[in-house]
């Protein structure tokens, strides 16, 4: 039995001559090399390829070469920022190829094969969608508050540019991430539990609500909404969003036949997000109550 064992084993192996070096390359420079101890193990003094030591390598490998794609984006001007293509470790063709030198008896270099990752949001979509506007909403801040006014900038820019195809949900957390210190975020006044107090990120609330009352009015569908536990004076009562990374999120679905375009930026004291889309859009507005653009003293602290 035992003897049967093994040699169904050796069915699935294959003996090699390896060569002494195998150079990796990647743009014309070495990022790594390999040789007979690095991915093979004695099974019957015979060398064979080792499964789990080639995935670890090829980890390696593709986290070495991996080039993220860029949406196009448009600047505060409207002027489209073109697309930008990543690349990723072509796995399939890196195999072939590494197996193939690797069982040489020479030294050789072999160039990283790269598969092309198109990115979600291309020029010429941009261009569709930036040309109809189906909602929008304005809030106002003191700009005053340095930190406060701070976190508003960095989570408006977060989600700028944003594309919600059709069918998608687009969630506010997922969309800005995490706030932190390493990302710029500063401690400002937040509420929790009915009561003020310091927290890192403190008034984000506002882009979130501002988002959720431009969304409402281009009759988009919200999917997760929570209030503040007391009152907040950027949004008409009833009409806030809080977030909170480890806690309430704000998200929404994009129920029509075509993608959405949101565009956010804060000038002079305002948040401004304006939802755009094509012309062949099938949606329906509603109306929301407009927010005051009489700033009062005690928003300087709110959340």
């Known amino acids: ?78 002027n489209i920022i ?9 796995h399939q063709a890196f195999k072939e190829q590494f197996y193939s030198l690797l069982y040489s008896s020479r030294a050789y270099k072999l160039e990283v094969p790269l598969l092309a990752v198109h990115p979600k949001v291309d020029s010429e979509l941009l261009a569709e969608i930036r040309g109809k506007k189906i909602g929008e909403y304005r809030t106002y801040f003191n700009v005053n508050n340095k930190n406060r006014t701070n976190n508003i900038a960095l989570a408006t ?26 990302k710029g975020y500063m401690l400002a006044r937040v509420i929790v539990k009915g009561e003020f107090s310091e927290g890192i990120g403190g008034g984000i609330c506002q882009v979130s609500s501002t988002l959720f009352n431009a969304i409402d009015n281009a009759g988009l569908q919200t999917i997760q909404r929570y209030s503040h536990t007391r009152s907040v004076p950027y949004v008409p009562s009833g009409r806030d969003a809080t977030v909170s990374w480890y806690g309430p999120d704000f998200s929404f679905k994009n129920k029509y036949n075509q993608p959405i375009l949101i565009r956010a930026t804060t000038q002079g004291g305002m948040v401004s997000i304006m939802i755009y889309s094509s012309d062949m859009i099938n949606y329906k507005t509603r109306k929301v109550p407009a927010a005051s653009n009489q700033i009062s003293k005690e928003q300087i602290y709110r959340s």
């Open 1 to 78: 039995m035992r003897l049967s064992w093994i040699a169904g084993l050796l069915l699935f192996v294959q003996p090699v001559n390896i060569s002494e070096s195998l150079s990796i390359t990647h743009q014309g420079k070495t990022i790594a090399s390999v040789n007979h101890a690095d991915i093979t193990m004695p099974l019957l003094d015979v060398p064979i390829m080792d499964v789990h030591k080639y995935n670890q390598f090829v980890g390696k490998i593709d986290r070495q070469v991996y080039q993220k794609p860029i949406n196009a984006t448009m600047d505060k001007l409207g």
């Open 157 to 182: 820019e977060a989600i700028n540019n944003h594309v919600v195809f059709p069918g998608e949900v687009f969630s506010f957390n997922q969309t800005v991430g995490k706030r932190s210190v390493n």
């Open 82 to 90: 073109p697309e930008r293509v990543g690349y990723k470790l072509y």
